[in-house]
Structures are given as structure tokens and as C-alpha cells.
């Protein structure tokens, strides 16, 4: 992120695109989806705070929800587990700062 934000962007992107439910399903450790999410915007989010206060200007953090590979019109899981999931992500990327 410090990178990005020295060549001058105002926003960068969340390393969050596999804190979903069917990559995480996959290491067994679904039930962290939130908590990855959260760390990953509040690393973000600190260094965009690092560089909004030095150069004045606000800087981004954007949130990455990845699209999965589990898919309920194929049986993968339901639509009542993805939306679940997703709203875990989208919480922890929010609480996070993003």
C-alpha cells in the first residue's frame, strides 16, 4: 500500500479477495472470514491514515469481495450461506476502515 500511495494514487485495494466462503471453506477455516477482512482493511486503512495526514488530502481504502468458486445453481452451497458470508466479509472490510 505505502507504494502505491508514494507514486501518488488516492486508493488502494483490500488484499481481501480470498476471505470468502468457498476459498476459506476450503482450508476448513470459513468462520474467519470476518476477522481476515478486518485485519486486512485496518492494515489499509493505517496506511492510507499515514498518508492523508502528510499530504492533506484523503486517500481510499477499498474493500475486495472475491467472487468464489462455489456456486448454488450448481449445488456448491445455498444463496442463504453466500449472503451470509458476504455480509461477514463486507462487515469486517467496514469495521475495518475501508
Same mark, same amino acid.
Given at each position: 500500500?505505502?507504494q502505491?500511495?508514494?507514486?501518488? #494514487?488516492?486508493? #488502494?485495494?483490500?488484499? *481481501?479477495?480470498?476471505?470468502?466462503?468457498?476459498n476459506?471453506?476450503?482450508?476448513?477455516?470459513?468462520?474467519?472470514?470476518?476477522?481476515?477482512?478486518?485485519?486486512?482493511? &485496518?492494515?489499509?486503512?493505517?496506511?492510507?491514515?499515514?498518508? *492523508?495526514?502528510?499530504?492533506?488530502?484523503?486517500?481510499? #481504502?477499498?474493500?475486495?469481495?472475491?467472487?468464489? *468458486?462455489?456456486?448454488? *445453481?450448481?449445488?456448491?452451497?445455498?444463496?442463504?450461506?453466500? &449472503?451470509?458470508?458476504?455480509?461477514?466479509?463486507?462487515?469486517?472490510?467496514?469495521?475495518?476502515? #475501508?
Amino acid at each position: 500500500h505505502r507504494q502505491y500511495f508514494s507514486a501518488r #494514487v488516492d486508493a #488502494v485495494e483490500t488484499n *481481501t479477495f480470498g476471505a470468502n466462503l468457498a476459498n476459506l471453506g476450503e482450508y476448513d477455516i470459513p468462520e474467519r472470514i470476518y476477522e481476515l477482512a478486518e485485519a486486512d482493511a &485496518r492494515i489499509a486503512r493505517g496506511v492510507a491514515d499515514e498518508f *492523508t495526514s502528510s499530504s492533506g488530502e484523503p486517500k481510499w #481504502v477499498l474493500g475486495s469481495l472475491g467472487p468464489g *468458486t462455489k456456486l448454488p *445453481t450448481l449445488g456448491h452451497t445455498t444463496y442463504e450461506d453466500l &449472503r451470509s458470508a458476504y455480509q461477514e466479509a463486507s462487515r469486517g472490510l467496514i469495521d475495518g476502515g #475501508v
